[in-house]
């Protein structure tokens, strides 16, 4: 949405435009932004991500930019503009002319910000000074209370089991925030496992996303050979989506062949 406020010439100039009846005096700029959304997501207190916008100008006037700035930053000063082509005092040409707004999210404290960029903008014999916004949002988490469980924690004991035969677990991975989680490799070498424990299935090994808020499953079984007891640990690793945090989640496990 576009928001206007008279300047003082705003009168006189629409007097100007009229009598002067030329549409290539009169040219209007006509300003939007392109790339991704303004959600940051969940970022690692302390790390530093920035995305890219396109401001782009399909006016037939060039857009005067009287105003680039954040507005009502958040008390954590998470947000800067640090790098961006658009600039208080700058020009975007007409006729598909752009400037790039280079967002930083740099969280300091374990919250939520949420801001916005305030382009404020005019041309020549403009009726009104005009806004554009984007709005910011991110969250700041510390690695260990990313919100991901596996089940039957915080370790998982198989029991005494038979030579030859097997015991089959199944364990739940749980991705319990808003953000989606792309899965690592979930094959016997991508989870860590050695014999006698394996990978038999669940619906975690059929798809490398996962969705937010959802679970998935892994069966792990464990097939001894020899008599005693067995250990091991399960570490699946995953990466969230919009963050780019790699993580893993990890549970031992322990089991007893017997004759």
């Known amino acids: 949405m576009h928001s206007k406020v008279h300047p003082n010439w705003a ?149 005494p089991v038979t030579l030859g035969q097997s015991a089959t677990k199944t364990f739940t991975f749980t991705n319990d925030w808003y953000e989606d989680v792309l899965l690592g490799v979930v094959t016997d070498a991508g989870l860590g496992l050695d014999a006698p424990f394996s990978l038999r299935g669940g619906s975690c090994a059929k798809s490398g996303a996962l969705p937010a808020p959802s679970s998935c499953t892994l069966d792990i079984a464990f097939s001894p050979a020899v008599s005693g007891v067995a250990s091991d640990t399960l570490n699946l690793q995953y990466r969230w989506a919009l963050s780019g945090l790699q993580e893993v989640v990890s549970l031992p496990l322990t089991g007893r062949g017997v004759r």
Request: hydrophobic letters at 40%.
């Open 11 to 159: 009168k006189a100039a629409v007097a100007a435009c009229a009598a002067l009846a030329l549409a290539a005096k009169c040219g209007e700029a006509q300003l939007a932004i392109s790339g991704s959304s303004g959600e940051f997501g969940i970022r690692r207190v302390g790390s530093t991500t920035t995305k890219t916008f396109i401001i782009t100008n399909s006016g037939d006037g060039d857009a005067l930019l009287r105003l680039v700035t954040l507005t009502d930053p958040d008390p954590f000063g998470a947000f800067s503009l640090e790098g961006s082509t658009c600039l208080t005092d700058g020009t975007i040409p007409k006729n598909g002319g752009t400037c790039t707004l280079a967002v930083t999210f740099r969280p300091e404290a374990e919250a939520t910000s949420r801001t916005a960029v305030r382009v404020n903008y005019y041309w020549e014999q403009a009726p009104f000074y005009y806004d554009l916004h984007l709005n910011l949002s991110g969250t700041g988490i510390v690695s260990d209370k990313v919100p991901t469980t596996l089940s039957d924690g915080p370790a998982y004991a198989f029991g």
